[in-house]
């Protein structure tokens, strides 16, 4: 089996060689969004599902120096870091990064806030090796279905433990990342950060929700592949307590994104979950076994009998025209192959689906972006036998955020034009939560092995719930070199089934900052 595997990847490899690059920048899906046209160019052969993206890659570099270096407006404060110090041989940077705004929850007749102060630095040693570092202190009072959601998790969305203190929660959020380019095909890069996977607004392979976690990674790109083999070390604070502190896990992803041509992507993707401790409290600590690096190879083995968390997946992409491209996901967690292909609805069927397009210039329009995506999610997908080994970090999913049991469409359009950027987004989610003390799969920290039945199991079972999302944002950029800008928003959402009926109406200002990204589009994993 490994020399199957090891000979498809190699001829893979031959078909050329590429320069892989070492300038990273942040993930954030508004920001990326921006580089469509380059990236989904029937004439390019970026690899585009897998992110953060070295930004100094020949192929992206001219356009993100024009995001980075507007000049319509004059001085150090509209358009350079806060420190900027260039040498011969490195440059170093640094910027404090104010994040204030306030807001009125109309229908929760409250006024809620958002404040955090941050500070950046980064820089480059030669032409090899970059690091970016970020931290951030927060407070907020939040509006009611996010005050649930914190309530419930006990961490803000996608950040960290947010303590209570009064009507007000309090957390800190850090980032870091090094990177070293020691040959012209291999990244070696290790920090405290997140992976995203895929073309989509979600991802439900590795996604950019969860908490930042500690990695190490190495991404080797030839001609047209590029594969990436990671190593991470989870928290997991919501499983059953072995001794006094959180539980632990680790974890190793390894994804091959294949160019076929200029037009198809295909990829290959599989994880691996393990617990430090069982549940019995016995150590086991990182398996070395699992430094092989070899794409499906561990899953296959795991499937035959190993404790841990396998699951695969594939990724597509096709560029019907320049401005038109439809991708797609598939992730397996489970499979009973007797009723796989059945209308059974076994509970051990667990797999999801993504379907959408994207593109860039819509209706011959310079800078209007958009993507229409539909994502759908079996019951119990993500959820193990074992709550420490789930497909969670830190109290969160690592796939899609809403964890399991749901169907989602989602649809996105952002136009920039000068230092104003408009984004609207409209998301409609159909989904089931627990009730009556049953598990009915969409809580990746309940157990699969005690499911409300056995077979039977549909999409939006156990209280069926529907929700609507729709915000719309206006910002004006101040400086592109920390993403300064000044922001007004605008967000309903409505979420109903037979027990509740909560509606949110909201309107905020205030001014950002970074590229982090903050999720707020949520749906619940966990009844009230």
């Known amino acids: 089996m490994k020399r199957i595997?090891?000979?498809?990847?190699?001829?893979?490899?031959?078909?050329?060689?590429?320069?892989t690059q070492s300038i990273y920048q942040p993930y954030n899906y508004q920001f990326y969004q921006k580089l469509n046209e380059d990236v989904y160019s029937t004439k390019t052969r970026v690899h585009s599902s897998l992110k953060p993206f070295m930004v100094d890659d020949s192929l992206l570099k001219v356009h993100y120096d024009s995001l980075m270096n507007l000049n319509?407006?004059?001085?150090?404060?509209?358009?350079?870091?806060?420190?900027?110090?260039?040498?011969?041989?490195?440059?170093?940077?640094?910027?404090?990064?104010?994040?204030?705004?306030?807001?009125?929850?109309?229908?929760?007749?409250?006024?809620?806030?958002f404040g955090t102060l941050g500070i950046q630095l980064g820089g480059t040693f030669g032409k090899n090796f970059s690091y970016n570092v970020a931290g951030y202190e927060n407070r907020a009072v939040l509006p009611n279905y996010l005050q649930t959601y914190v309530n419930q998790v006990g961490i803000a969305p996608g950040q960290a433990y947010a303590g209570i203190y009064g009507n007000e929660y309090r957390w800190s959020y850090i980032t870091a990342n090094v990177s070293y380019t020691p040959i012209k095909f291999l990244n070696i890069s290790a920090g405290r950060d997140k992976t995203f996977v895929g073309d989509g607004y979600r991802s439900l392979l590795l996604s950019d929700y969860a908490s930042p976690y500690p990695f190490f990674k190495l991404t080797a790109t030839l001609g047209n592949v590029r594969y990436m083999a990671m190593w991470t070390y989870f928290d997991d604070p919501l499983s059953v307590k072995v001794d006094n502190g959180d539980r632990k896990k680790f974890g190793v992803f390894h994804y091959l994104d294949w160019n076929v041509?200029?037009?198809l992507s295909l990829g290959f993707f599989d994880a691996v979950i393990w617990a430090a401790k069982d549940d019995l409290g016995h150590k086991r600590g990182f398996d070395f076994t699992y430094i092989n690096p070899v794409i499906f190879l561990r899953p296959v083995e795991a499937s035959n009998g190993s404790p841990d968390n396998a699951l695969i997946g594939f990724t597509a992409k096709y560029k019907l025209t320049d401005g038109i491209t439809a991708y797609g996901q598939f992730s397996l967690d489970e499979f009973e192959s007797s009723s796989f292909f059945s209308s059974k609805g076994s509970s051990r069927n667990k797999y999801g689906f993504q379907l959408g397009v994207r593109g860039a210039n819509l209706f011959n329009v310079k800078g209007l972006n958009y993507l229409l995506e539909t994502n759908n999610v079996k019951p119990y997908t993500y959820s193990e036998r074992s709550s420490v080994i789930n497909y969670t970090e830190n109290g969160e999913p690592i796939g899609h955020p809403w964890g399991a049991n749901f169907r989602e469409v989602v649809g996105l359009l952002n136009y920039s034009y000068k230092r104003f950027d408009f984004s609207g987004e409209l998301d409609y989610g159909h989904y089931g939560l627990d009730m009556n003390g049953l598990n009915y799969g969409k809580d990746p920290f309940q157990g699969y092995r005690d499911p409300a039945r056995l077979y039977g199991n549909y999409t939006g079972q156990g209280l069926t719930t529907n929700m609507v999302y729709l915000e719309g944002k206006v910002a004006y950029l101040i400086n592109p070199k920390y993403n300064l800008r000044f922001e007004l928003g605008g967000l309903v959402r409505r979420e109903k089934n037979s027990q509740f009926n909560d509606k949110t109406s909201m309107l905020t200002f205030g001014i950002r900052s970074s590229f982090r990204a903050i999720y707020n589009d949520l749906a619940r994993y966990k009844a009230n």
């Open 5 to 19: 595997f090891t000979s498809i990847i190699l001829l893979l490899l031959i078909s050329g060689v590429a320069k």
């Open 72 to 113: 319509d407006l004059k001085g150090r404060f509209f358009n350079e870091h806060q420190i900027d110090v260039k040498s011969s041989n490195s440059t170093f940077y640094a910027d404090l990064l104010p994040d204030f705004n306030l807001s009125r929850d109309f229908s929760g007749k409250k006024n809620t806030n």
């Open 261 to 263: 041509s200029n037009r």
